[in-house]
């Protein structure tokens, strides 16, 4: 299994951006899905995550109503829509996958690479 994330930037407060990441490797597309991030000096936390099986989604409270997680099974991608961003989003974002639906840094098996993600004006 393969992750494979892109999309990051330097983003002005307010901006936006838009993560992708692509998973290959799967013999099925019921996996669940996740984005986390790492701010320096920081523990890796949970961002958002999706079900592999219903779509049903998780975010925590800090981004909810500027996040939005959503997958497109055609294409084995998984997306961070990041709106209203905000300079304490600064981060490396990863996005990994489990069988599971989970927002447990554990309970995740396969990683992507990471994109960093940097909001200041």
């Known amino acids: 299994v393969q992750l494979q994330a892109s999309g990051g930037g330097l983003v002005e407060p307010g901006g936006s951006l838009r993560l992708s990441c692509a998973v290959s490797?799967?013999?099925?597309?019921?996996?669940?899905a996740g984005w986390f991030r790492q701010a320096p000096g920081k523990k890796r936390e949970a961002v958002s995550c999706i079900s592999g099986t219903d779509g049903s989604t998780y975010s925590i409270d800090s981004v909810k109503g500027r996040f939005t997680i959503s997958r497109d099974n055609a294409k084995n991608t998984v997306y961070l829509q990041m709106t209203s961003l905000k300079p304490e989003d600064t981060a490396v974002y990863y996005c990994?996958?489990?069988?599971?639906?989970?927002?447990?840094?554990?309970?995740?098996?396969?990683w992507g690479q990471g994109t960093q993600v940097t909001v200041s004006s």
């Open positions: 490797g799967f013999t099925s597309t019921d996996y669940g």
């Open positions: 990994g996958a489990t069988v599971k639906f989970s927002s447990w840094l554990s309970d995740y098996d396969y």
